[in-house]
């Protein structure tokens, strides 16, 4: 069974980089055909993708979000990883990594396996 | 605001059947069958129910099934049972490049 772990700091001062590490186990991000992505949720509110990676390291991007994320895979590790530079308290939020595709499509928006999610408050 | 609009809440009874809609534009909904929906319960990760529009991922009942009429996505649940009781959201791809998701549905089973 597919499992994905986030792991990071829970508390970032404002003007810092939020930076967060999905670990999978019981499988591998080098599985051809599947992304692997960054969603969150503010407090109380609604979803937002943040961005998706492929074992090659392709990026894709929330144009809203693009010029403050980098997201980066190790193969070697199992792991991707999300940095969000420059944050605010509106980046305040529940962050999820989850997987999706299966058909080398990465804006087949179907994401199967999510992690438990790790808040993270920005606050000085 | 959400790229998709979806009703903030809606209810049934158990046994009954109830729908969900999510509104979005020709440059997401309307122009590409990549629409699905998650369930999401309180403190819980979000679980995917529904995908390309229609399908429905190895596991989830077939109480859920989704459809598509022009700019408008809905999901179906069919003899609602306590345990739907959960926040709704769609998603789809746009033609920006991007994911977006409706700003999610409670449902109340009654």
């Known amino acids: 069974q597919l499992q994905l772990q986030e792991s990071g700091p829970g508390l970032v001062k404002p003007s810092e980089t939020l930076s967060l590490t999905c670990s999978v186990s019981?499988?591998?991000?080098?599985?051809?055909?599947?992304?692997w992505g960054w969603i969150r949720q503010p407090p109380g509110k609604g979803l937002e993708w943040i961005g998706s990676?492929?074992?090659?390291?392709?990026?894709y991007y929330n144009p809203s979000l693009k010029s403050r994320v980098t997201i980066s895979i190790d193969t070697s590790k199992n792991q991707f990883s999300l940095k969000l530079s420059s944050v605010t308290a509106a980046d305040t939020a529940v962050y999820y990594c989850?997987?999706?595709?299966?058909?080398?499509?990465?804006?087949?928006?179907?994401?199967?396996?999510w992690g438990q999610g790790t808040l993270v408050t920005v606050s000085s | 605001q959400s790229a998709l609009t979806q009703p903030a809440s809606v209810s049934g009874s158990p046994g009954q059947s109830t729908s969900i809609s999510c509104t979005g534009t020709?440059?997401?909904?309307?122009?590409?069958?990549?629409v699905s929906w998650y369930q999401q319960h309180p403190g819980k990760a979000p679980k995917l129910m529904i995908y390309?529009?229609?399908k429905r991922p190895s596991g989830v009942s077939n109480r859920f099934s989704g459809s598509k009429s022009g700019n408008t996505a809905s999901l179906t649940i069919s003899g609602l049972q306590t345990e739907d009781e959960a926040d709704y959201y769609c998603?789809?791809?746009?033609?920006?490049?991007?994911?977006?998701f409706g700003g999610g549905t409670k449902l109340t089973v009654l």
């Open positions: 989850a997987r999706h595709g299966g058909s080398y499509n990465w804006n087949q928006n179907n994401f199967d396996y």
């Open positions: 020709s440059s997401d909904v309307g122009s590409y069958n990549y």
């Open positions: 390309d529009v229609t």
């Open positions: 998603s789809s791809y746009t033609s920006s490049s991007t994911l977006v």
């Open positions: 990676i492929y074992n090659s390291g392709s990026t």
């Open positions: 019981g499988g591998s991000v080098s599985t051809s055909g599947y992304f």
